[in-house]
């Protein structure tokens, strides 16, 4: 039986909140210029965060195996599975005092869906923070074995034919994306659409589990998905379909997930929210080393993760692609960026082009302040701040809050300053 004290606290957690306090303390003495120059510790020793079984949640992974939070004194993270991406809303929607959690590695989208009560039950707003990025590229769009003679790729229009085909048998063309709104489904339905398919039309989207889409086309569920590796890679190490694109190869270098915490918390826990976010950054550079990679896999590969062999993990991560319809390609430089090419910072124009593509495709309007609810969610001043205090370099902190002009792989430009324009010139939309 456990001891407690008169007030009914008992030994165990006494101990417990002493050690906390003692590394705490040891880890002020130990970083005196790091997160606690002002003096302050983190107003909390831990937090509840989520992730997915995806290599883009490697970030928080390696910031708890390789002890990271407690250097900046967060000793009591727990990094926590979440079986889908529906169940992550709903454990933020909780919130980490209600055993749900406090923030999550998340689709970039997500957070807006979120604030705007466009994804919540009874469409109720949960305020909601983007404090970082966690990967630039990386995604990849995968097609049943059936399709390989087709000699699709990343010209999508080669599965017209074969769709329209199946279609007349009365057989149902499913697309396979991990959450309505969320990036995967906005690079499928932007292949799709580039390739002349409309996405709401010509296929049925549906909606699968990061972890569940191998099994899911290993019996015949789908014809095609979109999701993040390790699922990709497996896939064709299952010999069930091939890769046709990376999603790099539709925009190179371009935003995926985002670290996302509920706004209640950060307000609640505003140096917490820093030391996190140092801790962070230090995981995505150690991440980002090409020497790194072998132990990443090993690591990511582990049952409380991922539960994969690390050979499904390797290969994208290092940049080789082996397609599985007979292409590989070695050293592409596609493969996930966690930290070089400022991949790290919370870029508002990256934000503001997954807002456009949502409404697009019917999840907000035209006339919404999208810019106002960017500057409302994307907390990128806590980034600097956190990077400032980290020591992080002049170079790799941007001068900007957008990158500019981006461009796509069939020429269409999307200038952060004239979102009109870029929707104005896409022929697919949900309203055509």
């Not at 965060?49 to 900046?72: N, P, R, S, V, Y």
């Not at 048998?169 to 390739?195: C, N, Q, S």
């Not at 508002?348 to 810019?371: I, P, Q, Y």
């Not at 990077?387 to 269409?412: C, H, M, N, Q, W």
Request: glycine share 10%; with cysteine.
């Amino acid at each position: 039986m456990t001891k407690t004290t008169g007030m009914g606290i008992s030994r165990r957690n006494i101990l417990k909140t002493t050690a906390a306090a003692a590394l705490v303390s040891a880890v002020r003495s130990a970083f005196p210029s790091g997160a606690f120059a002002a003096g302050a510790g983190p107003e909390v020793t831990g937090l509840k965060l989520g992730f997915i079984a995806l290599t883009d949640a490697a970030a928080l992974i390696i910031a708890k195996e390789k002890g990271l939070f407690e250097k900046h004194g967060l000793p009591d993270v727990e990094v926590l599975k979440q079986a889908s991406w529906g169940a992550t809303r709903d454990n933020l929607v909780l919130g980490g005092a209600a055993n749900g959690i406090d923030g999550a590695h998340i689709l970039t989208p997500m957070p807006y869906l979120m604030q705007t009560g466009k994804v919540t039950q009874n469409n109720v707003p949960v305020p909601m923070s983007i404090v970082s990025r966690l990967n630039l590229d990386s995604q990849a769009i995968s097609v049943a074995q059936e399709y390989a003679g087709t000699g699709v790729g990343l010209d999508a229009s080669k599965l017209k034919d074969a769709f329209a085909a199946k279609k007349a048998e009365g057989k149902e063309i499913k697309v396979a994306m991990t959450f309505p709104g969320g990036t995967h489904d906005l690079w499928i339905r932007y292949w799709l659409a580039a390739g002349g398919i409309d996405p709401d039309k010509d296929v049925s989207t549906i909606v699968v589990p990061p972890p569940q889409m191998v099994a899911n086309m290993k019996v015949g569920n789908m014809d095609a998905f979109c999701v993040g590796e390790p699922w990709n890679e497996q896939l064709v190490n299952q010999g069930i379909g091939f890769t046709a694109c990376t999603t790099g190869e539709i925009w190179k270098g371009h935003p995926e997930k985002a670290l996302g915490l509920r706004t209640e918390w950060i307000e609640q826990n505003p140096v917490a929210a820093k030391a996190l976010m140092m801790a962070v950054m230090e995981a995505q550079m150690w991440a980002d080393s090409m020497d790194n990679k072998d132990e990443m896999a090993t690591i990511l590969g582990k049952r409380q993760w991922f539960n994969v062999p690390p050979k499904d993990v390797l290969g994208r991560l290092k940049g080789n692609i082996n397609y599985g319809n007979g292409r590989i390609a070695e050293n592409t430089g596609l493969q996930m960026k966690f930290w070089q090419g400022q991949a790290s910072y919370p870029f508002k124009s990256h934000d503001l082009w997954f807002l456009t593509e949502n409404v697009r495709w019917g999840k907000f309007k035209a006339d919404d302040d999208l810019k106002g609810l960017v500057d409302k969610v994307n907390r990128e001043d806590i980034w600097r701040e956190a990077a400032k205090d980290l020591g992080v370099a002049a170079a790799d902190i941007p001068a900007s809050t957008s990158r500019g002009v981006e461009t796509f792989f069939d020429g269409k430009v999307f200038d952060p300053e004239n979102p009109k324009a870029y929707l104005d010139s896409l022929s697919i939309k949900a309203t055509s």
